[in-house]
């Protein structure tokens, strides 16, 4: 099983560290079916209960500021395939043009006001419910990353490709005033590949050693934890 789920990557992905992988989630079959049922039944739950929260949400962001509701950005899922990542926007409708990918904490003048507020509280994180939905993401799984720090991978760190990216991971929680850690910083891209990405990354393939709904479930009340 695991020779033929190696065979069927891609070749960016096709190095020996990434099939000791293939071999841990080739067992783990049981486990990502019923993870996959729970993504589905979790989301849609989810949906319907916040349909009219993200209706209030989606009033007050048209009403702060010019742009649209939801901000897609194209990351880097499972299998190193591109996706679109839906997001509540947070920012001004032409933020990419006039700074890079990486948002340097609350002193990033492209947040809105209202948008600091849907970071602070990962609010503007809900909306990849839809994502988790249609299958390109989960509930709980390595945060994608956009192409460019991709390319920065070693062997090792493609693995954690191997699996569908997560609205919330071990790594995210660790990390959750990486906005602030970066705008401390000269080169926030240079610390942020040096310094954090190495590191999201060893946390992200330890998730993957030990993948089970149990790790999912207690990722979910550590989120909420954070979050509160």
């Known amino acids: 099983m695991s020779s033929r789920l190696f065979g069927k990557l891609p070749e960016s992905m096709q190095n020996e560290s990434v099939e000791k992988y293939c071999n841990i989630i080739s067992r783990k079959k049981t486990t990502l079916f019923f993870k996959r049922l729970f993504d589905i039944v979790f989301s849609f739950c989810a949906l319907i209960v916040l349909s009219f929260p993200f209706l209030i949400i989606a009033i007050i962001i048209v009403s702060d500021s010019k742009g649209g ?3 897609v950005q194209k990351r880097v899922g499972r299998n190193n395939k591109d996706f679109g990542i839906i997001k509540f926007r947070t920012m001004v409708s032409n933020a990419s043009e006039i700074g890079g990918e990486l948002t340097n904490g609350d002193t990033d003048s492209r947040i809105t006001k209202v948008g ?3 970071r602070k509280y990962r609010i503007d994180e809900l909306s990849q419910l839809f994502n988790v939905l249609a299958g390109s993401m989960s509930i709980i799984g390595p945060r994608p990353e956009v192409r460019h720090f991709v390319d920065c991978y070693n062997d090792e760190q493609m693995a954690t ?13 660790a990390f959750a005033n ?8 000269d080169n926030p891209d240079e610390f942020y590949v040096k310094e954090i990405l190495p590191e999201k990354a ?5 998730y993957i050693k030990n993948l089970s709904l149990i790790s999912d479930i207690k990722i979910i009340f550590n989120t909420i934890k954070e979050v509160l």
């Open 69 to 71: 509701v939801f901000f």
């Open 116 to 118: 600091a507020f849907l």
């Open 161 to 173: 490709l191997l699996v569908k990216p997560g609205i919330s991971c071990s790594s995210s929680i």
């Open 178 to 185: 990486e906005g602030d850690l970066l705008s401390k910083s």
């Open 202 to 206: 060893r946390m992200n393939l330890d």
